[in-house]
């Protein structure tokens, strides 16, 4: 049995994870945390008595859950990793936004402590492949774009998954991009990759990289219709992190 507690609960993603470990049985929701709740009673927010409610770091120990996941918001991500990685609770980390010198810091606390996590710009399977596909088109198509599109209760701009695929891209890329010309317009500039972000009602999840040739183009997309896309890839790191022994970035380590 994996012991999992759920960082966010209240939230969109957090509710999602909730229901998609109880319909597992091979985990069980031992805790939920955010420091903003004052009840401690879990049948308050529809939990099962046996599931602990916290709301402070110095309540967190080994014995508390196995694996951490963090549904929550950019300002919380990397604190909440730090006190998961220094109670011994295998983190996944799902919330965008974290600093890289944040990412950095806690990749080596957590190798310090020989202990495997996981941060995933992206757990949906689609978003996954997206990045794995643009690295091999940059190699051929240096130019590229992103335009990314999401809910407008989004807190972060440009998605943490946006900012991956940029990285990707330039990680492929064997020759410079030949459009140079930058101004507000343009959008966002990451390694060299313009990002455009979008928030309107109606979307989940979406990202379209466009990628421009001398006479052709190539699009890839994917799109999120439903935040259960991201469930079967939350399963999977649940169930992996614990063979790791240091934190790694991208759900495509646990494939
Ligand atoms: N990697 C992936 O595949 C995916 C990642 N995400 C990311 O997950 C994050 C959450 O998204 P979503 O569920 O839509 O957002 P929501 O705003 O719906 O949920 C976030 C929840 O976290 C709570 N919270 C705030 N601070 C803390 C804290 N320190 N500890 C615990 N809980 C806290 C919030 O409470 P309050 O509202 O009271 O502040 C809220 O209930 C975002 O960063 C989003 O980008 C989303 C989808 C997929
Ligand atoms: O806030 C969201 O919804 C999402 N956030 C993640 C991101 O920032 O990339 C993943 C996905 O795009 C959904």
Known sequence: MIH????????????????????????????????????????????PAEVKVLNRYDQLNANVADVWVDFTNPDAVAANT???????????IGTSGMAPADQTRLIKLAKEKHLGGLIAPNFGLSAVLLMKFVQEAAAYFPDAEIIEMHHQDKA??????????AHKIAAGRTQKP?????????????DDVPVH????????????????GPGEALTIR?????????????????????EADQLVVGLENFL
Not at 82 to 92: D, K, L, S, T
Not at 201 to 211: D, K, M, Q, S, T
Not at 225 to 242: P, T, W
């Open 82 to 92: 730090e006190a998961a990685i220094n109670a011994g609770i295998h983190p996944v």
């Open 222 to 242: 994917q799109d999120s219709f439903d935040r259960q896309s991201f469930m079967q890839g939350v399963a999977v790191a649940i169930r992996k992190v614990q």
């Open 156 to 165: 972060d701009a440009p998605s943490g998954t946006a900012i991956a695929t």
């Open 4 to 47: 999992v507690l759920v960082a966010g609960f209240r939230g969109a993603m957090g509710q999602k994870t909730v229901k998609m470990i109880q319909s597992h049985s091979d985990f069980a929701l031992s805790a939920v945390f955010d420091p903003k709740v004052t009840i401690n009673n879990p049948q308050n927010y529809g939990l």
């Open 197 to 212: 972000a979008v928030r309107l009602p109606g979307y989940i999840a979406h990202e379209e990289v466009l990628f421009g």
């Open 178 to 190: 030949l459009s140079t010309i930058d101004n507000d317009a343009r959008g966002q500039r990451i």
